[in-house]
């Protein structure tokens, strides 16, 4: 294990496209090497099955082969995150279990959501999340995406990081979200310590701190690529931190 | 076969509710028991797998031990639509195929989407639905719904039925669904004749049509019940043609 796998995990966890061949079948010879070019790149992570994997056009059966393809090709040479979505309570849960026995080091799921119109309310969302982390010992990451059409309170999201014991991580990805970070981070979390700096040639939001709710980039592989690059060549800003997403 | 079944289908066709246990698991003698309910009821014919179904809350192999288990116990009684819909065209396909090949009558499909927020446009709708019709020999019903979150114009539907061999039917719920059916009928697809009518104790808007391109009436169980026992007690307006939605 590599440093960056110690918890808190810290630095550039890259999202992994599924890789497909020219009849749309799944490629997983393609998917392995993508991955290690991923983490030939530095990447300090990879989290897979996201929507920019594009989850959503797998059958059940192919999501897991691409699980159990990466999890075991990467050998925990990183940690790796499995999204495992799914407006069910219980097959979500299901899902979790099966990421972390097939050896993932965390869970990344939206709240319930399908399509445009069907969305549940807070008191929903917080037994949702409360049953997948009773079934699981791993880390929960928090999905806060427009995608789902769920918005999230501050409060809230502070709240389900209290009360949930696995869940302790976000990914914020709505508009404003170093706004909402800072704002998780100094009225809703009061066990989080914010330094938020910019890094020497990129925009990233960072901050530090030392628990284990610490917010991770998951960006794009080849933007990924460039940063973890970047960060090799020595250019790497103070990260005894998490990098958010870069303000465009 | 009852009339009902023959081609163009016509009446009532309710959408079946998938049945669950208390621990939340599927309960297939519930389904049967439910199946037999709505058919007893007079249902022209069922549909299933759909939104009000919860299909979303199933796993693919869910998906098939319900269909697999409503087509062999309703056993050609009344004629059945599965709803196939998936983001992937080929998923789709194969979802379809299967259904054909276990004994739908019909299958019923959304647009691909995916959330709030992932939608596509119209030249990969048609490829979309042409891919699938391309892989079957049973009518496609094209499900307009809001949750799709992708608006059809009435050009575009006519243009798809026109062009693409087995899509012929068509679930119009969107607002404002009599009229986007008048000028569906009226300027998109010449081969239909429309005379929009009012049932005597119930809002329907109703049309007719002399050939395969009829809609369908796809409603919840208890109201469907409601109205095949009113169109078994006499009360039944001039149906040589479909029901829609009612208007509330």
Redesign the interface.
């Known amino acids: 294990m590599n440093p960056a796998s110690a918890r808190p995990y810290r630095g550039v966890f890259p999202v992994a496209p599924t890789i497909f061949d020219d009849r749309?079948e799944l490629d997983l010879d393609g998917q392995r090497r993508c991955i290690d070019f991923m983490i030939d790149a530095g990447s300090n992570g990879i989290c897979i099955l996201a929507?920019f994997s594009e989850q959503?056009?797998?059958?059940?059966?192919e999501r897991e082969r691409v699980m159990d393809a990466v999890l075991k090709h990467v050998a925990g040479r990183v940690p790796v995150i499995v999204t495992t979505t799914?407006?069910?309570s219980?097959?979500c849960a299901a899902r979790s279990r099966q990421a972390q026995d097939a050896g993932a080091a965390m869970v990344m799921i939206m709240p319930p959501?399908?399509?445009?119109?069907?969305r549940v309310g807070e008191k929903a969302i917080f037994e949702f999340y409360r049953t997948v982390s009773d079934a699981i010992e791993i880390p929960i990451m928090v999905q806060d995406a427009?995608?789902?059409?769920t918005p999230l309170s501050v409060d809230f999201l502070a709240r389900m990081a209290r009360d949930i014991a696995h869940l302790g991580y976000f990914k914020i990805e709505v508009p404003m979200a170093a706004a909402k970070l800072r704002d998780l981070i100094t009225s809703g979390m009061p066990d989080l310590r914010s330094t938020v700096e910019l890094g020497p040639s990129f925009d990233f939001h960072l901050f530090r701190s030392e628990n284990r709710r610490v917010k991770l980039d998951l960006r794009m592989p080849v933007a990924a690529a460039r940063s973890c690059r970047r960060l090799q060549r020595g250019t790497r800003p103070k990260i005894n931190c998490s990098l958010l997403r870069p303000v465009s």
């Open positions: 749309g929507n959503f056009v797998l059958t059940d059966a799914h407006f069910s219980s097959i959501y399908h399509g445009a119109t069907f427009p995608v789902a059409g």
